[in-house]
């Protein structure tokens, strides 16, 4: 291809100063939130400003046979934003408008560049919220959360991004531009709409998201309990899951990142605490208060050595601030982490958080756990230092083993960060041939030509290894821990 | 193939007792349409050889679970090969602690609420017809019911299912954790898909808990307008009633007589359910109480225990058009909320002008509004012609206002002279390559779904 000639076209599309051709410049869009997998450069990244723009620019990309990467804020954490075969990157952060807030119809329409809490932000003073918190909130694209299907602490109780988005605006590979799902419930036809949330970039481009708006709760309260150990801890959380009691957030920190946290931000964590959770329950006020004194019972029951009720907002603050800061407290402690991201059965986390250690102890790591425990959604932190020879190699040699160990009882090997490029190799650890072929067919559907986002979210089909000039095996496929079908 | 060798074929597959032939699956039709054979499978493998033979025959299949919405969809192009889901009745895994529970497609809802109910927990769903509808059913239909309000639908509560395709081939999508984003989500390419891309053998749920106590309060209204600006207001509000379900005057009536129940003749009722712990449940009945008072509610009856259940299986079962041998339709339309009232008095206006009465039952708080359509008594049906163009009169209004109508059951003449699904616009040819992708030789419900898929 004659890329000046492209370039050319595109500035002639979005306008000159919103295209990025310069090397030096490009060096931006390398990598997103996943820093530890090969860099790759977009040849060329445009930022529409509309949806047809954006359809412009994809159905340029479509004659030249380019891969088309969106990117939203770049937080993403398994690389789906990273441009493997280069191609057009299309930025969506000047699409960040919020179109539309109607509170009695509980909804908004939005662009997919605006940051998720500018949303919440829009609508607080009126007594609404927008659902999905991811801890990239104040920094992740409203189009990156749909993309990823982002959770974050709350999906506990309300559920990860997919609940909360009704219809979109598509572009098509082809540059199609398609309507799916709407303000209403149930519109006919394949949900679509669900279909697309999650799906990493690889069905083509949102350019409009109607979203659900929650009304903010009476009342909420939140517990810290301060336990011996991981092991007490996450007994408590299945025990209070098991009492049907659904708080909407239930948070498990381990030692390792309470004393980093505590060096640093103060919080006052008990001074014997092995582990704490963060206990946060909302809703009507005499509700919240029964289930308060549920799991004070428990965990008095159960070992509690402290329990500590935040008095206000301050206090409530202050304890999110410590489970928010949790992952950067963790890079005080070491030169650098791989956060890793699994979901087992609650019922099976004692016996996960005491393997996973052991992983620990077997590769020499330390590994932090900070975690979404009320749904089971694990991030281990194994604290590792690259420049130390074949550090890396082994940081992501166990967290493999981790992956195939929430496999084992019956997990998944992502609960909220996505598959990208990182986890397509365990794609076919967790699924079958058969299954992962049912997801091509998806994929097909909406995108035949392969160019959306390429090389992400689904491995290779055997047949296609050989044909695949760019196929080079994967770190961990090289070490023997995972299989390419 | 003839019909005697077929029979052999499935017997082969399934034993001689599982299959039904010719005139024995008359029961079995579909929009009149009477299949070859039926046969009951009980094993995934089992499914898959059936599937397998009707793929490399080309015959066409109708899943079946207990029938309860088979009316739902387009006339079928041609039903050969019925395959019936009554043994895939079994709860396969239920872990209390994890609030997680694994089920076969053709169990019926009633008996897992039943299995569930021991354990304190249950499935929140609550279909039309709840007493004898399937799980496999339920989700191939997407049916969802007054307590989608607190727990949502279908697609907010699967996590996990098997399927079986038109090849045979089983495949899984999702898995048994609440949480879980690795690749797809293909549980929701099936809901709602019904039975046009595979066979729904086994489903995961997030289940919940019971609530302690479980009340409704049935107020009514002299207006509609009262009861609608009460449900604003209640939204608005930070309750959280499981249900809020607006029944128009004649709906209100009927059902307060299956409820047992008296309510002033012509007022609409407003049905308003909260469960939590006691203080929590009286704290917001008291606000909603006050709520409807401010707006025009001339008194109520609060419900709980049997009371409130017969109430909610008069809903569930609402059919004024089976009894008394009149016939109609059932339309639901989904608006958005503050659309509702509107929508109701629309499909009124419109069912009068042609003769025909109009029961509304909506779940106000999700914008659902389901109409059911019948002939007066004593008088004779409506032509239908002129039933299908006010079908499509009132679809017109309520896509002018971003919502949609489907038919969801209506005798086949008045479907074959209305489009039972409406438009769905440019979306349709991404749906009509998913059939490709999944079902290329069409043997799914051909033609029940959308824009003839």
Redesign the interface.
Known sequence: MDKSKIVDELAAIVGREWVISDADELIVYECDGMTYLDKAVPDVVVLPDTTEQVAAVVKVCDREGLAVVPRGAGTGLSGGALPLKGGVMIGLNRMNRILEIDLPNQRAVVEPGLVNIALTQAVRDHGYFFAPDPASQTASSIGGNVAENAGGPHCLKYGATTMHILGLELVLSSGEIVQVGGKTLDVPGYDLTGLFVGSEGTFGICTKVIVRLVRQPEAVQTLLASFRGIEEASEVVSTIIAAGIIPSALELMDRHIIRALEEWLHIGYHEGAGAVLLIELDGPAAEIAAQARGIEGICRTQGVLDLRNAKDDQERALLWKGRKGAAAAVGRITHEYYLQDGVVPRTKLPYVLREIEAIGRRYDFLIANVFHAGDGNLHPLICFDSRREGELQRAIAAGAEIMKLCLSVGGSITGEHGIGMEKIDFMPLMYSPDDLDAMRKVRNAFDRTQRCNPGKLLPTSKSCVETSVAYRPHRIEREGLAQRY | MTPDLLAARLAGIVGQEHVLAQERCAQYAVDGKAPTAAVFPATVEEISKVMRLASSERLSVVPWGSGTKISFGGIPERVDLLVGLARFNRVIEH??????VTIQGGALLREVQAYLGQR??FLPLDPPLAARATIGGILAT?A?GPRRLLY??A??LLIGLR?V?ADG?????G????????????P??Y???LGT?GIIVEATFRI???PAVERTWVASFPDGEGASSAV?EM??????PSSLELLSSPAAQSVARLAGLSLPQGHVALASSVG??A??V???LGQIKRISERNGAGGGFLLEGDAQERFRTAISEFMPGERNGRVGAVL?A?????KVLEAVRRGEEIARAVGLQSFAICEAG???VRLHWTNNAGEPGVAVEVMAKAIEALRDSIVRE???L?VMSAPPALKAAVDV??P?????P??Q??K???DPHRILNPGR???GI
Not at chain 2, 175 to 186: E, F, I, P, R, T
Not at chain 2, 235 to 240: G, Q, T
């Open positions: 872990e209390p602690a994890d609030l997680t304190g927990q997407n969802s949502g639908a697609r907010d399927v395709h081939t089983a495949t899984r999508g898995a048994k954790v609440v949480k879980n984003v690795s690749g797809y989500d293909m929701k390419l809901i709602g898909s891309l919940y808990p019971l604003a939204l608005a509000a930070p309750i959280v939590s712990v203080e929590a009286d704290a917001q639901k989904s608006v958005v909320i503050s999700s914008g659902i971003g919502g949609n489907v699904w409406g769905v616009g440019k979306a349709l991404l749906m390559e998913l490709q992708q999944f779904f959308v824009g």
